[in-house]
């Protein structure tokens, strides 16, 4: 049996980018983590269910303390080390840059990452 938990639309800011205005500067990241598992078994007691403050400062640490020239990389740098410190079925792993230098308009760049152990 796999439950999903959601945290959905973390944002935290950080210095990721090809362009050297872009780590320079740094600019917000958003980020959505859907992980996979049983959730019963975590019932009403903190220590057995999944701990998803530590999960948000897992990814806090990674968004605003590393730099990455790719998003893709960043996602997959999430997807990693939240795998390694829980014992999960699946993760999905959403990355969005609101601010692209691509000379045009749009909402976001978004790269969705599925990962199992």
Excluded at 34 to 43: A, C, K, M, Q
Excluded at 63 to 73: A, D, I, N, T
Excluded at 77 to 94: F, G, H, M, N, P
């Amino acid at each position: 049996m796999s439950d999903r938990l959601v945290l959905k639309n973390m944002v935290f800011y950080g210095y990721h980018g090809a362009y050297a205005a872009e780590k320079e500067m740094g600019q917000k990241f958003e980020v959505d983590l859907e992980v996979y598992t049983d959730l019963r078994y975590g019932g009403d007691d903190p220590e057995l269910a999944f701990n998803y403050i530590d999960a948000y400062t897992i990814i806090k640490d990674i968004v605003e303390e590393q730099e990455f020239l790719l998003p893709e990389v960043l996602a997959e740098t999430i997807a990693d080390e939240i795998l390694s410190a829980y014992d999960l079925d699946k993760v999905v792993v959403r990355v969005r840059k609101p601010y692209v230098p691509i000379g045009g308009v749009m909402d976001y760049l978004e790269v969705e990452i599925t990962r199992r152990p």
